[in-house]
């Protein structure tokens, strides 16, 4: 029984993985039409919260770095690697602590990513470029982490109480 459920713990990470590089992937080719560049409905996060929700902290965590290394190297470079590791890592952090301490619903826990996400995010351009300035971007990326974030965490409601179910 024990090689049975373990079993179905890999090929759920598995699949969780392949699923957040295809979402990562389909992002990249369509960007979202709304005039803001960068801004993207981040559907790699509906996967670190099916993670966090349905296999726990630490799997989310793996989950999301390995997607993460695997994106940067089959669709990006170490500036996206930057990027995405700075944004991917304090957002699942913040969502874990969210659901664990805070006691956040699904959807505030999701929201709290989006918005950590693009503040990282934020932060390693601002490192990068030298420059304070780019700062100005802070309003539209707060709005959009909230938004985004929201979207996701009611998409990912039906989904984790589907997977609790089995």
């Known amino acids: 029984m024990k090689k049975k459920g373990a079993a179905k713990t890999v090929a759920l990470w ?11 992937y389909i992002e990249h080719l369509v960007p979202l039409p709304i005039g803001i560049y960068g801004i993207k ?12 929700y349905t296999l726990g902290a ?14 940067s190297l089959l669709f990006g470079n170490a500036v996206s690697l930057a990027y995405s ?14 659901k664990k301490i805070w006691k956040f619903g699904t959807v505030g826990v999701s929201v709290l990513g989006g918005l950590t996400h693009n503040l990282a995010q934020l932060a390693v351009a601002v ?15 707060i709005a959009a982490g909230a938004v985004t974030g929201f979207i996701i965490g009611t998409c990912a409601i039906p989904i ?7």
Request: aromatic share 8%.
């Open 14 to 24: 598995g699949m969780l993985i392949a699923l957040g590089l295809v979402f990562g």
């Open 127 to 141: 490192f990068m470029v030298n420059n304070l300035k780019i700062a100005f971007y802070l309003p539209v990326l």
């Open 160 to 166: 984790i109480k589907n997977r609790q179910k089995s």
């Open 58 to 71: 630490h799997a989310a965590i793996y989950i999301n770095l390995i997607r993460i290394f695997l994106s």
């Open 85 to 98: 590791l700075a944004g991917g890592l304090t957002a699942v952090i913040i969502m874990i602590i969210a």
């Open 41 to 52: 409905l981040g559907l790699s996060n509906l996967v670190t919260l099916v993670a966090l």
